[in-house]
């Protein structure tokens, strides 16, 4: 039953005006905006969030005192990781505007609770809830998305909600990051929240009303999970963008301590990185369409020959900026390559298959600030999360290359036992 529902939603599409349509994806691309904005304002801002939060770290050590705010990063990132499988094995069955919404009121309630809570570990506490909703807003705007522009267009429906996160980090995040410098990293808070309650606002008016899978159980979705290779697909991602995220997490110290660049300079990188996001997004669909393993293993290349374009050029401003496009074109073409893998794996289990891969990619995100904070407390330096990150991406290599070659002998081996029965099969 569950898998006739969710075909027959895709296979015959509400008939909305065009306005209608335009504006409902304008509304869910605001709100992955909004995530990509509360998601990576903190890494700009992290220094000055050691020295209102942890004085006493402060004071000893600048480098140390920002390697401990770095759990901010994690904790948001472990938020993800727990809540994105979990709300959408829960929430399959809901409306997905009421599900929608009600994700968009955590959000704002999360962010404003990290804007005014005063204790360095209750801040973190906020992060984490803050990161909760972040995978199943993804996964089910996706589907909202591919619900409203019809059939065979799943595709698009991801890259144009995956686009308000590219637009967060071109302007979006370097603006809240400049206003975060000027007013306080806790007013850039609420300004993110602001746009979070402005999507509520966008959403309630504009997406029409529209329907749950009335057939999904949290057993159906997690039945997921008993595949080897959706584990192999959610490594890929957690070791891919854990390597990006043990070097970008700490972009900031890099630019002014690495560099020798002053503070004003960091949102200019981050409109690079932004702008790198954005060229990967749009070629990283084109791409994984004219096939998906060639797309992984292409793009597990570039971060790792990008990171190391970073940690060889990161003393000069134009490696900074080279390297860090070209960490964001090839991340960002890795996620909806990922993404596509994920739910070829999954078999059928379309809403947590959306969401999971968001949880897999705030692995990373956790695994590789908390990496990179372990090797700036030890004294290693601010290139050294650099250095973690290249390892962590060729471990993801060779993750790729065993899940693929396990596969393709699967096959094989399916091909000659069919072979091998005949016409009595």
Not at 27 to 32: F, N, P, R
Not at 243 to 252: E, V
Not at 358 to 384: D, R
Request: proline content about 4%.
């Amino acid at each position: 039953m569950g898998p006739d529902v969710r075909g027959r939603a895709d296979a015959h599409p509400a008939t909305h005006s065009r306005a209608v349509v335009v504006l409902a994806l304008l509304a869910l691309a605001l709100g992955g905006f909004a995530i990509g904005s509360t998601e990576f304002v903190a890494l700009g801002l992290l220094p000055d969030i050691a020295r209102e939060l942890l004085p006493q770290a402060w004071a000893r050590s600048h480098a140390d005192a920002v390697a401990n705010a770095g759990v901010m990063v994690s904790a948001y990132a472990a938020g993800v990781v727990v809540g994105a499988p979990t709300i959408a094995a829960f929430g399959a069955r809901l409306p997905r505007k009421t599900l929608l919404l009600g994700l968009l009121v955590a959000f704002v309630v999360a962010t404003v609770a990290t804007s005014v809570l005063p204790g360095f570990g209750l801040v973190v506490a906020a992060r984490f809830i803050a990161g909760l909703p972040h995978g199943a807003y993804f996964g089910v705007a996706t589907l909202a998305a591919s619900e409203l522009l019809g059939p065979g267009a799943r595709g698009r429906a991801a890259a144009f909600v995956l686009a308000g996160l590219t637009t967060a980090n071109v302007v979006g995040v370097p603006l809240i990051t400049a206003i975060g410098q000027a007013a306080g990293w806790r007013t850039a808070y609420l300004v993110v929240a602001a746009a979070f309650a402005l999507t509520f606002v966008a959403v309630a008016i504009a997406l029409p009303r529209g329907h749950g899978d009335p057939g999904a159980t949290v057993g159906r979705e997690l039945r997921a999970f008993a595949r080897p290779q959706v584990w192999f697909a959610v490594a890929l991602g957690a070791i891919g963008f854990g390597g990006l995220f043990s070097a970008y997490t700490y972009i900031a110290p890099i630019t002014t301590d690495v560099t020798g660049l002053a503070a004003g300079v960091v949102p200019f990188v981050l409109v690079v990185f932004g702008i790198g996001m954005t060229i990967g997004n749009l070629a990283g669909g084109w791409f994984v369409d004219r096939g998906v393993r060639r797309a992984v293993l292409v793009c597990f290349v570039g971060v790792l020959l990008s990171l190391v374009v970073l940690l060889v050029g990161a003393a000069s401003p134009v490696g900074l900026f080279v390297g860090v496009l070209l960490i964001g074109v090839f991340s960002a073409a890795l996620s909806p390559a990922i993404q596509v893998r994920l739910m070829d794996v999954a078999h059928g289990s379309t809403t947590i298959a959306a969401a999971s891969t968001h949880s897999a990619l705030n692995i990373g995100n956790s695994l590789g600030a908390a990496l990179g904070a372990v090797v700036i407390a030890a004294g290693l330096g601010f290139l050294s999360p650099i250095a973690v990150g290249i390892g962590m991406t060729a471990l993801g290599l060779v993750i790729a290359a065993i899940a693929f070659s396990l596969e393709t002998r699967t096959s094989r081996a399916a091909i000659a036992r069919a072979e091998l029965a005949g016409p009595e099969a």
